[in-house]
């Protein structure tokens, strides 16, 4: 594959069929002609779940702040300690991001998304039920953190891998 060729998407080589065309020296030459797509009540559906799933994700990493004073007052340490777990989470998930990406390209989006999902899960159970550093770095930061790094990228592609004429007003409402 040339540099300035991209992959097709999954939706795109489903519905690209190879026809020939005759040419008027009548030498046959391969065509790509790309069919429409169906972008019914389950691309929608898709756009609909992959927006919970990003509101779900940044809304717990980005409203950290809201459980610092608490967090303060349980495990008697400074803002700058406990504000350290809330700042890892959100790097751990932007590191993990090109691990995503490439796990997307090889086994889809939805597996990919649903261990996020478990990870994340576990992560912020085992938060709740910490009574130290180690609880909320283990939990909130690293596990939370993963899920919610292989959770977004795959609820991006999912919207994209089901739209071609409408695919960024999909992505837009998704994001």
């Given at each position: 594959?040339k540099?300035?060729?991209?992959?097709?998407?999954?939706?795109?080589?489903?519905?690209l069929?190879?026809?020939?065309?005759?040419?008027?020296?009548?030498?046959?030459?391969?065509?790509?002609?790309?069919t429409h797509?169906s972008e019914g009540c389950?691309?929608?559906l898709?756009?609909?779940?992959?927006f919970?799933?990003i509101?779900?994700?940044?809304?717990?990493?980005?409203?950290?702040?809201?459980f610092l004073?608490p967090?303060?007052a349980e495990?008697?340490?400074?803002?700058?300690?406990?504000?350290i777990?809330?700042?890892?989470?959100v790097a751990?998930s932007a590191?993990?991001?090109?691990?995503?990406?490439w796990?997307?390209?090889?086994?889809?989006s939805?597996?990919?998304?649903?261990?996020g999902?478990?990870?994340?899960?576990f992560?912020?159970?085992?938060?709740?039920?910490a009574?130290n550093?180690?609880?909320?770095?283990?939990?909130?930061?690293l596990l939370?953190?993963?899920g919610?790094?292989?959770?977004?990228?795959?609820a991006?592609?999912?919207?994209?891998?089901?739209?071609t004429?409408?695919?960024?007003?999909?992505?837009g409402?998704?994001?």
């Amino acid at each position: 594959m040339k540099s300035d060729e991209r992959k097709p998407l999954l939706s795109e080589q489903k519905n690209l069929n190879k026809h020939v065309v005759v040419c008027e020296n009548d030498e046959p030459k391969n065509e790509d002609i790309q069919t429409h797509t169906s972008e019914g009540c389950s691309a929608w559906l898709v756009v609909a779940a992959s927006f919970l799933c990003i509101c779900v994700l940044d809304g717990t990493m980005y409203s950290f702040g809201c459980f610092l004073d608490p967090l303060m007052a349980e495990m008697k340490q400074s803002r700058g300690t406990i504000s350290i777990a809330g700042s890892l989470q959100v790097a751990l998930s932007a590191f993990v991001a090109p691990l995503a990406a490439w796990l997307v390209d090889k086994k889809g989006s939805r597996p990919v998304c649903l261990a996020g999902a478990v990870t994340a899960t576990f992560g912020l159970l085992l938060a709740s039920f910490a009574s130290n550093l180690v609880g909320i770095f283990g939990g909130l930061s690293l596990l939370t953190g993963i899920g919610f790094g292989l959770m977004y990228i795959p609820a991006v592609v999912a919207v994209a891998e089901n739209f071609t004429t409408r695919r960024s007003l999909a992505v837009g409402l998704s994001l």
